[in-house]
């Protein structure tokens, strides 16, 4: 039979239950780390509502393309997964913005910015390919994020494999767009007509 102290959970599995449960319990900070990466796209949308209107329903867009609205779920979810992850991270290095948390949280500023910009250039300035190349910097920042954040909080670091499959949708999307705009014989053809 396995003593008490067996029957405890290992000190790793305790810290992601903890995390888990600091959902509940989180910092009035929290809320800001929640915010913050919404920042950029309710700028973004307020200054460019009416230049992006139908935009997306242009049928150049590949026909495997999310609907729009789930694309926006996508980037909504993403952004609050990334916020979370943040602050767990801030909150294991001890809060506050001292000398520890320069770099952590330094770099996810950085691809932050960068995860604006995308946004900008896809679905303001539509230059996708200077989207994709940028979405290309953003998915090495990630990865960098990840790998930087895995010794502090390992379920920060794990939260973020979502939004590199979501860039990894959205470089595909963008690579479309700019391959369809530079070469129009590589569009799709309706259905019953032939291309000359």
């Known amino acids: 039979m396995p003593s008490a102290g067996e029957w405890l959970p290992q000190p790793e599995a305790r810290e992601r239950a903890e995390d888990f449960a600091s959902v509940r319990g989180m910092q ?40 729009h609205k789930v694309l926006l779920a996508g980037w909504i979810t993403i952004y ?59 998915y090495g920042l990630v990865v960098s994020t990840a790998l930087i954040w895995h010794p502090i909080n390992k379920l920060a670091a794990v939260l973020l494999l979502p939004y590199l499959a979501w860039l990894t949708v959205t470089a595909s999307i963008a690579y479309r767009l700019w391959r369809d705009s530079l070469c129009p014989n590589h569009q799709p053809q309706p259905m019953g007509e032939k291309s000359d």
């Open 80 to 138: 609050f997964v990334m916020g979370y992850a943040s602050y767990l991270v801030w909150k294991n290095l001890g809060g506050g913005f001292g000398w520890p948390l320069a770099l952590p949280l330094g770099l996810y500023a950085v691809q932050l910015a960068v995860s604006w910009a995308v946004l900008i250039l896809f679905f303001a300035a539509h230059t996708h390919g200077l989207a994709l190349l940028h979405l290309l910097l953003l």
């Open 28 to 67: 009035p900070q929290g809320t800001i780390f929640l915010a913050l990466p919404h920042l950029g796209p309710i700028l973004l949308w307020l200054l460019t509502r009416h230049r992006m209107s139908g935009w997306y329903d242009n049928p150049k867009k590949p026909p495997w393309c999310p609907p």
